[in-house]
C-alpha cells in the first residue's frame, strides 16, 4: 500500500501511527532537521548522521536527518521510534551505557550491538518494523 500525500503529510501520517500503536514511557517529540543541523552527541557511527533521539525533561526528541531519501527517514525513524519505546529510568540509562560490548572485535566492525542496542531494543523495533511490511513511502 502506498499512502497519498506529500511527504510532509505521510511523515504526520507515520508518527500519529506510532504514537498510537507504540507507546513509549515518556511523550515524543518528533522534528526534522537538514543534515548540517543535526545534533552532535560524539558518536561518529552512521545512524548518528541519519537520526537521534534523546530525554530531556520530561520528554523523548527524536531529531531526524529531511536530507536524506524518504524511505531512509521512514526507516530512521522506527529505528529512533524504539529506542523511545526502549528508553529506561536514569539510573537504568546509566547502568545500561557502562555495559561492555560482548560481541568479539571483528564482528563490532559488522554489527551494531552496543548497551543501546540490546535485545530489548531489537524485540521493540522488531515490533515497529512488522506493523509496517508492505507500506511503500
Known sequence: MKPRGSRAEKQAM???HLMKAF????????FFLPGKEMPK????TPCALLGVT????KHIYIALNNSQPA??????????????????????EIQRSKAPNTLPPKA????????YHDDHFYIDL?????AWEGWEI
Do not use: C
Open 71 to 92: 524511505h531512509i527517514v521512514h526507516w530512521t525513524l522506527n529505528h529512533e521510534w524504539a529506542h523511545a519505546m526502549d528508553w529506561r529510568p536514569e539510573a537504568a
Open 14 to 16: 507515520h508518527i500519529e
Open 54 to 57: 534523546y530525554r530531556k525533561g
Open 23 to 30: 507507546p513509549t514511557p515518556f511523550p515524543v517529540k518528533v
Open 126 to 130: 522488531g515490533r515497529v518494523e512488522r
Open 41 to 44: 552527541d560524539g558518536d561518529s
Open 108 to 115: 563490532r566492525q559488522l554489527f551494531v550491538h552496543d548497551a
